[in-house]
């Protein structure tokens, strides 16, 4: 990198992608090319920045300039004002939405200021499609090392010592997992990486993936040569399309600089990886069913024990781990375990990657110490609530997760705090939800999910989750009983006692959670048949004010079902026995003289 | 299935033969039923009921196990999209962010429910979990094509598009 001075980032995320940033690369090369500079300054394409909402991202090093929601026709500025003359484009600095005042370096944003980059470390800064930018952030020296300084079982001891839990949802520690699977006898062991990031809402490892493959495929090296194993498997969501690519584009440059392949490095060590499709089944993140499926059959669970370390794809010990799980391997290996474990809190040490999405100002891709506390990854972080609402709960854990509320806001994030408080990590989605959002609705959505994606194999998940659905969706439309609260309550118990895997074990806490946290609201529904967010519209009452209606006639004109009569200039009236709740008339009024209750 | 769609068609030869070269190209065929039904898809664009029993007879499988597997992943199609496929985005963030309203008018627009697609084959509606650009919720893919901040004002004007 050093006969360029000065290099431009552009976030070639999805997320940015999808806002063209793609374009926005090509006009500033091209830019640079009429100004003679292409020599001087290299355009990066780079992976995920994290901060999603304000995208798409340029950065401009070396004096960290930040450009938020830069479109394509903007290259010329960047190029002809700041890169040639050396004065920064005002209009797209990001701006404090506090002080209102333009931030010209990176470091200075709060959404940065808390956070601490580990699996991340190289996502946003290098080229994921450039293997020597990689090696030049220390990339396959932890390889290295390992291949000629350490034996396995040292390799094992080092993960173990670090604490590292496995970062897709169960927090099982990693080490362990290596040794179960080292233990095993076998003329043939795996290593598979979970990449079938199915749980709505959540982008971390999709992000890993597109911004740092190398990371992935060096960890999974590193894990084949701990446990005694020479083949690896990807397994990866079909949806994915520039994750794949991005990888295998880093499997084909590895195995061509000896990091993959045949005697890596000289040595006697062989590892070889091979990606292998998803086809959208969220079950698959459980580990028997992701075998299964990469077996080529329905992605079912099967009964552990025995467990993937003893007998996993095709019979032969298996080690499965997350994507983030792996990311966090070479820099461990690299820094030493004492240094991980100094991070973070003592049972759960080092950082945690979130997909911080919903009602909130910073939507985007986070990573922070385990034990950062809620309220300072939503308020400080995350910017607090979108349009200035109220905070109402945030959900974590994705479908196996649950409601959390202002209460909980001061807990320090770990494995253990999240599951005393009736959520769990899963994967690292977290989706705040303010005042608007009806809880008995939120449970409903997570509940249709699941009754899709149960693979059937076991009843109680299988019609349990269809029961609890269908409950909700009476609470929801007005045909709720306080009879529905308690049968919720118990089917929920039953199904997580008897369900045959994680998926259905998990599968009632977000009812479980909402309801603990929110049975004024179920009471609500099925007493008063209200909504009090004003969400399901079953419940609700379109009225107009006679005050101040003006009786322009605008409501009675929209309304689909003629439901609105009235004459001209005098206030008009709904027939709630005609109305349909569709809500035409509520947002056409210009006087706003409807009222939704 | 609907009785109307299971009704014998001709698949096409030349793309037969494609899909027989890369099922005969692999040097080890056991476990890769999901990899051939991938490469399928890709060729014919879905997996008509022949299809399938064309590749369990190459395999030497029972069509049954090829239907469970097929109807078992959501990526999997056994009808076939229109020619400008709408997935809404129903990932939690997007949800939250009104997904279900974006997809409440396409349906009205198109008169469409989910799964189905227009009598002159143009669009098909889909929902789809997550395509991880939660930044910019709620999302709305047509193609390949991704619409961020979607409102249901919008949808009018995106259908307008591909007329």
Known sequence: MSKYKMHVLVCGGTGCISSESEKI????????????????????????????????????????????????????????????????????????????????????????????????????????????????????????????????EQVIDEIKKSGLRGRGGGGFPTGLKWEFSRKSKSDKKYVVCNADEGDP????????????????????????????????????????????????????????????????????????IEIRYGAGAFVCGEETALIHSMEGERGEPTIKPPFPSESGF?????????????????????????????????KSPGTKVFALAGKINNVGLIEVPMGTTLREVIFDIGGGIKDGKKFKAVQTGGPSGGCLTEKDLDTP???????????????????????????????????????????????????????????????????GTEAHLQELRRLSVVIKETALCGLGQTAPNPVLSTLNNFEEEYIAHVKDHQCPAGQCTALLQYKIDPETCVGCTVCARVCPVNAITGERKKPHSIDQKICIKCGSCYDRCPTHAIEKR | MSASSISDIKLDQEKLHQLDDFIDGMSNQKGELISILHKAQEIFGYLPKELQQHIAKKLNIPVSKVYGVVSFYSFFNMEPKGEHPISVCMGTACYVRGAEKVLNEFKKQLNLEVGET??????????????????????????????????????????????
């Not at chain 1, 009736?422 to 690292?428: D, E, Q, T």
């Not at chain 1, 303010?434 to 609705?441: I, K």
């Not at chain 2, 227009?118 to 094509?145: H, I, N, Q, W, Y």
Request: hydrophobic letters at 35%; glycine letters at 8%.
């Open chain 1, 25 to 152: 690369v090509k006009n500033i090369q091209e830019c640079l090319i009429q100004h003679k500079l292409e020599e001087e300054v290299q355009v990066v394409q780079t992976g995920c920045f994290g901060f999603c909402e304000k995208g798409p991202i340029v950065k401009v090093l070396p004096d960290n300039t930040f450009y938020v929601q830069v479109k394509p026709d903007d290259a010329i500025e960047i190029v002809e004002e700041h890169i040639v003359k050396g004065r920064k484009v005002d209009r797209l600095l990001y701006k404090d939405p506090g002080s209102k005042k333009a931030i010209e370096d990176s470091k200075h944003m709060d959404f940065y200021k808390k956070q601490m980059r580990i699996a991340l470390r190289n996502c946003g800064f290098v080229n994921p499609n450039n293997i020597e930018e990689y090696i030049a952030r220390n990339g396959y020296y932890a390889l290295g090392k390992v291949l000629t300084e350490m034996t396995p």
């Open chain 1, 201 to 272: 809402g959540a982008f971390m490892d999709r992000s890993i993936l597109e911004g740092d493959p190398h990371s992935i495929v060096e960890a999974m090296a590193i894990c084949g040569y701990a446990i005694g194993a020479d083949e690896g498997k990807v397994y990866i969501r079909a949806e994915y399309p520039l994750a794949i690519q991005r990888l295998q584009k880093a499997m084909n440059d590895a195995e061509e600089y000896g990091f993959l392949g045949d005697h890596i490095l000289g040595t006697d060590f062989s590892f070889h």
């Open chain 1, 314 to 346: 095709w019979g032969k010990p298996t080690n499965v781990n997350n994507v983030e799980t792996f990311a966090n391997i070479p820099i461990i290996l690299l820094k030493g375990a004492d240094w991980f474990r100094k991070i973070g809190t003592k």
């Open chain 1, 413 to 479: 994030i770990d494995f253990d705090t999240l599951v005393e408080k009736g959520s769990m990590m899963g994967s690292g989605g977290m989706i705040v939800m303010d005042e608007d959002d009806c809880m008995p609705s939120v449970a409903k959505f997570y509940l249709e999910f699941t009754e899709e994606e149960s693979c059937g194999k076991c009843t109680p998940c299988r019609i349990g989750t269809k029961r609890l659905s269908e409950l909700l969706k009476k609470i929801t439309s007005g045909q």
């Open chain 2, 118 to 163: 227009t009598p002159d084959g143009k669009f098909s509606l889909l929902s789809l979990r997550c395509v991880g650009a939660c930044g910019l919720a709620p999302v709305v893919m047509v193609g390949e094509k991704v619409y961020g901040h979607v409102t249901p004002e919008m949808v009018k004007e995106i259908i307008k598009e591909y007329k």
